[in-house]
Protein backbone atom coordinates (compact mmCIF):
# COMPACT_ATOMS: atom_id res chain seq x y z
CA UNK A 1 0.00 0.00 0.00
CA UNK A 2 2.60 2.50 0.72
CA UNK A 3 1.75 3.58 3.82
CA UNK A 4 3.70 3.61 7.23
CA UNK A 5 1.07 2.41 8.85
CA UNK A 6 -0.03 -0.88 10.08
CA UNK A 7 -2.41 -1.75 7.18
CA UNK A 8 -2.62 -5.15 5.65
CA UNK A 9 -4.06 -4.93 2.04
CA UNK A 10 -7.10 -7.03 1.85
CA UNK A 11 -8.01 -6.55 -1.85
CA UNK A 12 -8.50 -3.86 -5.05
CA UNK A 13 -11.44 -2.09 -4.71
CA UNK A 14 -13.11 -0.37 -8.13
CA UNK A 15 -14.09 2.95 -8.38
CA UNK A 16 -17.36 4.34 -8.35
CA UNK A 17 -17.19 4.74 -11.90
CA UNK A 18 -16.32 1.25 -12.33
CA UNK A 19 -19.08 0.08 -10.34
CA UNK A 20 -21.66 2.03 -12.20
CA UNK A 21 -20.50 0.37 -15.46
CA UNK A 22 -21.15 -2.86 -13.94
CA UNK A 23 -24.38 -2.35 -12.56
CA UNK A 24 -25.64 1.25 -13.76
CA UNK A 25 -29.05 2.85 -13.19
CA UNK A 26 -30.61 3.06 -16.14
CA UNK A 27 -32.29 5.98 -18.06
CA UNK A 28 -35.77 4.97 -17.06
CA UNK A 29 -34.79 4.75 -13.48
CA UNK A 30 -32.21 8.17 -13.65
CA UNK A 31 -35.87 10.00 -14.47
CA UNK A 32 -37.88 8.17 -11.34
CA UNK A 33 -35.34 9.45 -9.12
CA UNK A 34 -34.59 13.31 -10.83
CA UNK A 35 -39.06 13.64 -10.35
CA UNK A 36 -38.36 11.97 -7.12
CA UNK A 37 -35.24 14.55 -6.24
CA UNK A 38 -36.87 17.24 -7.50
CA UNK A 39 -40.26 16.12 -5.50
CA UNK A 40 -38.57 16.21 -1.84
CA UNK A 41 -36.67 19.46 -2.15
CA UNK A 42 -39.89 20.53 -2.69
CA UNK A 43 -41.34 18.97 0.32
CA UNK A 44 -37.73 20.79 2.08
CA UNK A 45 -38.67 24.05 1.24
CA UNK A 46 -42.18 24.05 2.04
CA UNK A 47 -43.42 24.67 -1.61
CA UNK A 48 -45.22 21.07 -1.47
CA UNK A 49 -46.86 20.60 1.91
CA UNK A 50 -46.80 16.49 2.27
CA UNK A 51 -45.41 15.20 5.62
CA UNK A 52 -42.28 13.72 5.37
CA UNK A 53 -41.85 9.84 6.24
CA UNK A 54 -38.58 7.66 6.00
CA UNK A 55 -39.26 4.45 7.32
CA UNK A 56 -37.58 1.02 7.19
CA UNK A 57 -35.53 -1.23 8.87
CA UNK A 58 -32.64 -0.70 11.09
CA UNK A 59 -29.56 -2.11 8.76
CA UNK A 60 -31.03 -3.84 5.86
CA UNK A 61 -29.24 -7.10 5.84
CA UNK A 62 -31.46 -8.85 3.37
CA UNK A 63 -32.11 -8.03 -0.24
CA UNK A 64 -35.40 -10.27 -0.59
CA UNK A 65 -37.04 -8.93 2.52
CA UNK A 66 -36.24 -5.37 2.23
CA UNK A 67 -37.54 -5.66 -1.44
CA UNK A 68 -40.11 -7.10 -0.30
CA UNK A 69 -41.08 -4.52 2.58
CA UNK A 70 -40.18 -1.76 0.05
CA UNK A 71 -42.84 -2.99 -2.30
CA UNK A 72 -45.33 -3.18 0.67
CA UNK A 73 -44.67 0.58 1.54
CA UNK A 74 -44.92 1.45 -2.31
CA UNK A 75 -48.59 -0.29 -2.28
CA UNK A 76 -49.93 1.64 0.70
CA UNK A 77 -48.27 4.70 -0.77
CA UNK A 78 -50.20 5.16 -2.85
CA UNK A 79 -53.15 5.03 -0.71
CA UNK A 80 -51.72 8.72 1.15
CA UNK A 81 -49.52 10.09 -1.17
CA UNK A 82 -51.48 13.10 -1.31
CA UNK A 83 -50.77 13.58 2.37
CA UNK A 84 -47.45 12.13 2.79
CA UNK A 85 -43.78 11.74 0.94
CA UNK A 86 -42.63 8.30 2.07
CA UNK A 87 -38.86 7.23 1.80
CA UNK A 88 -38.39 3.98 2.23
CA UNK A 89 -35.43 3.54 4.59
CA UNK A 90 -32.49 1.06 3.10
CA UNK A 91 -29.73 1.35 5.46
CA UNK A 92 -26.72 -0.57 4.55
CA UNK A 93 -23.79 1.00 6.71
CA UNK A 94 -23.94 0.33 10.26
CA UNK A 95 -22.38 2.07 12.96
CA UNK A 96 -21.05 0.36 16.33
CA UNK A 97 -20.32 2.04 19.13
CA UNK A 98 -17.45 -0.51 19.76
CA UNK A 99 -16.70 -1.22 16.47
CA UNK A 100 -17.90 -5.00 17.45
CA UNK A 101 -21.15 -6.51 15.62
CA UNK A 102 -22.51 -6.41 12.13
CA UNK A 103 -21.44 -3.26 10.22
CA UNK A 104 -24.17 -3.48 7.69
CA UNK A 105 -24.14 -4.81 3.83
CA UNK A 106 -21.20 -2.51 2.90
CA UNK A 107 -18.99 -4.86 4.92
CA UNK A 108 -20.97 -8.06 5.37
CA UNK A 109 -23.28 -9.20 2.19
CA UNK A 110 -23.76 -11.91 3.72
CA UNK A 111 -24.58 -11.22 7.75
CA UNK A 112 -23.69 -14.82 9.10
CA UNK A 113 -19.96 -14.43 7.15
CA UNK A 114 -16.88 -11.89 7.40
CA UNK A 115 -16.26 -8.87 5.48
CA UNK A 116 -16.62 -8.45 1.54
CA UNK A 117 -16.58 -4.89 1.19
CA UNK A 118 -16.03 -5.83 -2.87
CA UNK A 119 -19.51 -7.78 -2.87
CA UNK A 120 -20.70 -5.73 -0.54
CA UNK A 121 -20.33 -2.77 -2.41
CA UNK A 122 -22.40 -4.96 -5.64
CA UNK A 123 -24.82 -6.08 -3.20
CA UNK A 124 -25.66 -2.77 -2.16
CA UNK A 125 -25.77 -1.18 -5.74
CA UNK A 126 -28.17 -3.81 -6.47
CA UNK A 127 -30.60 -4.05 -3.87
CA UNK A 128 -30.56 -0.24 -4.01
CA UNK A 129 -31.64 -0.49 -7.86
CA UNK A 130 -34.32 -3.54 -7.44
CA UNK A 131 -35.99 -1.24 -5.06
CA UNK A 132 -35.89 1.85 -7.40
CA UNK A 133 -37.37 -0.68 -10.08
CA UNK A 134 -40.08 -2.72 -8.23
CA UNK A 135 -41.20 0.37 -6.60
CA UNK A 136 -40.58 3.97 -8.48
CA UNK A 137 -39.37 4.89 -4.79
CA UNK A 138 -36.08 6.42 -3.94
CA UNK A 139 -34.75 5.49 -0.56
CA UNK A 140 -32.90 6.30 2.65
CA UNK A 141 -29.38 5.30 3.53
CA UNK A 142 -27.06 6.92 6.03
CA UNK A 143 -23.48 8.61 4.69
CA UNK A 144 -21.30 6.80 7.72
CA UNK A 145 -18.32 7.11 5.50
CA UNK A 146 -17.99 10.27 3.09
CA UNK A 147 -15.51 8.39 1.18
CA UNK A 148 -18.10 5.65 -0.23
CA UNK A 149 -20.89 8.37 -0.59
CA UNK A 150 -19.73 8.16 -4.43
CA UNK A 151 -20.65 4.33 -5.05
CA UNK A 152 -24.11 5.36 -4.06
CA UNK A 153 -24.31 9.24 -4.92
CA UNK A 154 -26.78 8.05 -8.58
CA UNK A 155 -29.08 5.96 -6.94
CA UNK A 156 -29.99 7.41 -2.67
CA UNK A 157 -33.15 10.34 -2.92
CA UNK A 158 -32.35 11.22 0.92
CA UNK A 159 -28.84 10.98 3.18
CA UNK A 160 -28.96 10.93 6.52
CA UNK A 161 -25.80 12.28 9.01
CA UNK A 162 -25.70 10.02 12.41
CA UNK A 163 -25.28 11.34 15.73
CA UNK A 164 -21.63 10.10 16.03
CA UNK A 165 -20.76 11.49 12.91
CA UNK A 166 -22.40 15.01 13.17
CA UNK A 167 -19.67 17.18 14.15
CA UNK A 168 -17.00 15.63 11.61
CA UNK A 169 -15.91 17.59 9.61
CA UNK A 170 -15.30 15.82 6.39
CA UNK A 171 -19.16 14.69 6.67
CA UNK A 172 -20.14 18.40 7.22
CA UNK A 173 -17.82 19.15 3.76
CA UNK A 174 -18.93 16.40 1.56
CA UNK A 175 -22.73 17.26 2.61
CA UNK A 176 -22.54 20.75 1.48
CA UNK A 177 -21.53 18.99 -2.24
CA UNK A 178 -24.47 16.60 -2.06
CA UNK A 179 -27.59 17.36 -4.59
CA UNK A 180 -30.30 15.66 -2.22
CA UNK A 181 -32.01 16.43 1.29
CA UNK A 182 -29.20 15.85 4.01
CA UNK A 183 -30.96 15.31 7.49
CA UNK A 184 -28.24 15.75 10.19
CA UNK A 185 -29.04 13.84 13.88
CA UNK A 186 -28.44 15.49 16.91
CA UNK A 187 -25.22 14.06 18.52
CA UNK A 188 -25.16 11.93 21.42
CA UNK A 189 -24.72 14.78 23.58
CA UNK A 190 -27.66 16.20 22.23
CA UNK A 191 -26.69 19.54 21.95
CA UNK A 192 -28.54 21.19 19.69
CA UNK A 193 -26.27 23.77 18.61
CA UNK A 194 -23.93 21.50 17.65
CA UNK A 195 -26.52 19.90 15.31
CA UNK A 196 -27.21 23.40 13.80
CA UNK A 197 -23.80 24.20 13.29
CA UNK A 198 -22.87 21.07 11.30
CA UNK A 199 -26.15 22.46 8.97
CA UNK A 200 -24.60 25.86 8.92
CA UNK A 201 -21.93 24.17 7.66
CA UNK A 202 -23.44 21.74 5.03
CA UNK A 203 -25.41 24.60 3.86
CA UNK A 204 -21.64 26.85 3.12
CA UNK A 205 -19.53 26.38 0.36
CA UNK A 206 -15.99 24.81 0.90
CA UNK A 207 -12.78 23.59 -0.73
CA UNK A 208 -11.66 20.33 0.40
CA UNK A 209 -9.67 17.18 -0.16
CA UNK A 210 -12.22 14.52 -1.23
CA UNK A 211 -10.91 11.20 -2.30
CA UNK A 212 -8.20 12.14 -4.89
CA UNK A 213 -9.14 15.27 -5.34
CA UNK A 214 -9.22 18.92 -4.15
CA UNK A 215 -12.98 19.76 -4.76
CA UNK A 216 -15.08 22.95 -4.16
CA UNK A 217 -18.61 22.86 -3.23
CA UNK A 218 -21.56 25.56 -3.17
CA UNK A 219 -23.14 24.75 -0.65
CA UNK A 220 -26.43 21.76 0.00
CA UNK A 221 -29.58 24.09 1.00
CA UNK A 222 -31.61 21.31 1.83
CA UNK A 223 -29.57 20.06 4.83
CA UNK A 224 -31.51 20.09 7.71
CA UNK A 225 -32.25 18.78 11.50
CA UNK A 226 -33.36 15.46 12.58
CA UNK A 227 -34.32 15.04 16.23
CA UNK A 228 -33.23 11.57 17.89
CA UNK A 229 -32.77 11.91 21.53
CA UNK A 230 -29.14 12.06 23.53
CA UNK A 231 -27.53 10.11 26.46
CA UNK A 232 -26.13 11.59 29.28
CA UNK A 233 -23.15 11.19 31.41
CA UNK A 234 -24.33 9.10 33.44
CA UNK A 235 -25.82 6.99 30.42
CA UNK A 236 -29.38 7.22 30.74
CA UNK A 237 -31.36 8.01 27.57
CA UNK A 238 -32.69 11.02 27.06
CA UNK A 239 -35.76 12.30 25.01
CA UNK A 240 -35.89 15.25 23.03
CA UNK A 241 -39.22 15.65 20.53
CA UNK A 242 -41.54 16.98 23.16
CA UNK A 243 -43.11 19.82 23.09
CA UNK A 244 -40.88 22.10 24.89
CA UNK A 245 -38.28 20.57 22.95
CA UNK A 246 -39.47 21.38 19.78
CA UNK A 247 -39.93 24.76 20.47
CA UNK A 248 -36.66 25.47 21.92
CA UNK A 249 -35.38 23.99 18.54
CA UNK A 250 -37.53 26.28 17.11
CA UNK A 251 -35.89 29.48 18.89
CA UNK A 252 -32.56 28.59 17.93
CA UNK A 253 -33.52 27.30 14.79
CA UNK A 254 -34.79 30.93 13.87
CA UNK A 255 -32.07 32.60 15.60
CA UNK A 256 -29.55 30.83 13.39
CA UNK A 257 -30.71 31.93 10.28
CA UNK A 258 -30.31 28.51 8.24
CA UNK A 259 -31.94 28.06 5.03
CA UNK A 260 -35.36 26.42 4.76
CA UNK A 261 -35.38 25.53 8.35
CA UNK A 262 -37.05 21.26 8.89
CA UNK A 263 -37.29 18.90 11.65
CA UNK A 264 -37.78 15.21 11.33
CA UNK A 265 -38.20 13.61 14.41
CA UNK A 266 -36.62 10.05 14.67
CA UNK A 267 -39.11 7.84 16.48
CA UNK A 268 -36.83 5.19 17.84
CA UNK A 269 -33.62 5.17 19.38
CA UNK A 270 -33.13 7.29 22.74
CA UNK A 271 -36.17 8.81 21.97
CA UNK A 272 -38.13 5.42 22.55
CA UNK A 273 -35.58 4.31 24.58
CA UNK A 274 -35.03 1.54 22.17
CA UNK A 275 -38.22 0.55 22.66
CA UNK A 276 -39.46 0.06 19.56
CA UNK A 277 -42.85 -0.35 20.37
CA UNK A 278 -43.09 3.33 21.65
CA UNK A 279 -42.96 4.85 17.89
CA UNK A 280 -46.46 5.06 17.78
CA UNK A 281 -47.26 6.89 20.55
CA UNK A 282 -44.45 9.12 20.27
CA UNK A 283 -45.55 10.12 16.77
CA UNK A 284 -49.29 10.70 17.30
CA UNK A 285 -47.60 13.11 20.49
CA UNK A 286 -45.63 15.12 17.52
CA UNK A 287 -48.71 14.97 15.47
CA UNK A 288 -50.68 16.81 18.18
CA UNK A 289 -47.70 19.57 19.12
CA UNK A 290 -47.92 20.45 15.68
CA UNK A 291 -51.70 20.95 15.80
CA UNK A 292 -52.04 23.24 18.63
CA UNK A 293 -48.28 25.35 17.71
CA UNK A 294 -48.30 26.94 14.10
CA UNK A 295 -44.85 27.55 14.23
CA UNK A 296 -43.98 23.81 14.80
CA UNK A 297 -46.45 22.89 12.51
CA UNK A 298 -44.21 24.60 9.99
CA UNK A 299 -40.99 24.02 11.40
CA UNK A 300 -41.47 19.86 12.55
CA UNK A 301 -42.50 18.41 8.98
CA UNK A 302 -41.27 14.48 9.03
CA UNK A 303 -40.57 11.56 10.92
CA UNK A 304 -38.22 8.53 10.49
CA UNK A 305 -39.95 5.14 11.78
CA UNK A 306 -37.93 1.90 12.23
CA UNK A 307 -39.72 -0.80 10.95
CA UNK A 308 -39.51 -4.26 9.04
CA UNK A 309 -41.87 -6.99 8.02
CA UNK A 310 -41.45 -8.82 11.40
CA UNK A 311 -41.66 -6.87 15.17
CA UNK A 312 -38.77 -7.32 17.10
CA UNK A 313 -35.41 -8.30 16.44
CA UNK A 314 -32.62 -11.54 16.01
CA UNK A 315 -29.22 -12.22 16.18
CA UNK A 316 -27.70 -12.42 12.75
CA UNK A 317 -28.14 -16.14 12.04
CA UNK A 318 -31.67 -16.17 13.24
CA UNK A 319 -33.21 -16.92 10.30
CA UNK A 320 -36.78 -15.27 10.31
CA UNK A 321 -37.41 -13.61 7.39
CA UNK A 322 -37.84 -9.84 7.41
CA UNK A 323 -37.07 -9.37 10.97
CA UNK A 324 -33.99 -6.94 11.98
CA UNK A 325 -30.87 -8.47 12.87
CA UNK A 326 -29.77 -5.33 14.61
CA UNK A 327 -32.01 -2.14 16.41
CA UNK A 328 -36.24 -4.02 17.34
CA UNK A 329 -38.52 -2.37 14.57
CA UNK A 330 -42.44 -1.98 14.32
CA UNK A 331 -43.54 -4.76 12.40
CA UNK A 332 -45.65 -4.19 9.33
CA UNK A 333 -49.33 -4.78 10.43
CA UNK A 334 -48.26 -1.80 13.08
CA UNK A 335 -46.40 0.47 10.31
CA UNK A 336 -49.84 0.32 8.03
CA UNK A 337 -51.75 1.76 10.61
CA UNK A 338 -49.58 4.11 11.58
CA UNK A 339 -48.52 5.67 8.56
CA UNK A 340 -52.76 5.60 7.43
CA UNK A 341 -52.84 7.69 11.05
CA UNK A 342 -50.39 10.37 10.02
CA UNK A 343 -51.82 10.42 6.65
CA UNK A 344 -55.76 11.31 8.36
CA UNK A 345 -53.76 13.58 11.11
CA UNK A 346 -51.50 15.67 9.32
Known sequence: MGLNMSFTKVQNIYSPEEF???IPVRGELKKIKAARDE???NVITGKDKRFLVIVGPCSASDEDAVCDYTYRLAQLNDKVKDKLFIVPRIYTNKPRTTGEGYKGMLHQPDPTKGA?????IRALRKMHIR???ETHLTAADEMLYPENY???DDILGYVAIGARSVENQQHRLVSSGIEVPVGMKNPTSGDFSVMLNSIKAAQ???TFLYRSDEVSTSGNPYAHAVLRGSINKHGQLQQNYHYEDMILLADMYHQANLEFPFV???ANHANSKKKFDEQPRIIKEVLHSRKINSTLSNLVRGVMIESF???GNQKPDGGVYGKSITDACLGWNDTEKLILHMAENV
Do not use: M, R, T, W
Open 39 to 41: ELK
Open 204 to 206: SGH
Open 131 to 133: AIE
Open 150 to 152: AFV
Open 116 to 120: NILAG
Open 20 to 22: KDE
Open 264 to 266: VVD
Open 309 to 311: IEE
